[in-house]
Antibody
Framework: QITLKESSPTLVKPTQTLTLTCTFS??????????VGWIRQPPGKALEWLAL???????RYSPSLKTGLTITKDTSKNQVVLTLTNMDPVDTATYYC????????????WGQGTLVTVSS | QSVLTQPPSVSGVPGQRVTISCTGS?????????VHWYQQLPGTAPKLLIY???NRPSGVPARFSGSKSGTSASLAITGLQAEDEADYYC??????????FGGGTKLTVL
């Protein structure tokens, strides 16, 4: 059974760096073809893909947000970490991590999401 | 502005058939990349509904179906039920090396 769970601070101040952690079980990020992605959703708005990391440490980022994002993995801890620098109130959103199907380009298992508010 | 365009809202009465469109371009759907659909019930995380244009994961009712043609894709729901009231999102891959989502469609069951 694949499960994912996000953790993060609930409130960050503008210009601070946000660190999001995704802890998962039921699969290994060392298995060929597997990936974990991050997707966010501002309140009342659409889903927005942020980043993706693959089993072989290949990393992909949203072209529009690339400079402020860093994704890493710790295979031994079954964790994926996403950092976003220079946070702004427009970054207020629910942040989801999701399993990226082996050999497929879709997200088949999602975490419950974590709401992050950016405010001074 | 989302890369994939969906109607903001659709509605239907119980038992009716509704469709939701997802329009892309030659850099994503038109290139041949698959389209996937997600259902997001109020206050919950998205759930994979259709993958690979027309395939249903285990547990998804056969009332849900997907198709793709050219630069567009569609999600069809037949025998509409009250529990289908949710937001629906399409997703594909873009030649800019990124995953892309549609702007979402709110389905209201009247």
């Amino acid at each position: 059974q694949i499960t994912l769970k996000e953790s993060s601070p609930t409130l960050v101040k503008p210009t601070q760096t946000l660190t999001l952690t995704c802890t998962f079980s039921g699969f290994s990020l060392s298995t060929s073809g597997v990936g974990v992605g991050w997707i966010r959703q501002p309140p009342g708005k659409a889903l927005e893909w942020l980043a993706l990391i693959y089993w072989d440490d290949d990393k992909r980022y949203s072209p529009s947000l690339k400079t402020g994002l860093t994704i890493t993995k710790d295979t031994s801890k079954n964790q994926v970490v996403l950092t976003l620098t220079n946070m702004d109130p427009v970054d207020t959103a629910t942040y989801y991590c999701a399993h990226y199907g082996s050999g497929n380009n879709y997200f088949d298992y999602w975490g419950q999401g974590t709401l992050v508010t950016v405010s001074s | 502005q989302s890369v994939l365009t969906q109607p903001p809202s659709v509605s239907g009465v119980p038992g009716q058939r509704v469709t939701i469109s997802c329009t892309g371009s030659s850099s994503n759907i038109g290139t041949g990349y698959d389209v996937h659909w997600y259902q997001q019930l109020p206050g919950t995380a998205p759930k994979l509904l259709i993958y690979g244009n027309s395939n249903r994961p285990s547990g998804v009712p056969a009332r849900f179906s997907g198709s793709k043609s050219g630069t567009s894709a569609s999600l069809a729901i037949t025998g509409l039920q009250a529990e289908d009231e949710a937001d629906y999102y399409c997703q594909s891959y873009d030649s800019s090396l990124s995953e892309v989502f549609g702007g979402g469609t709110k389905l209201t069951v009247l």
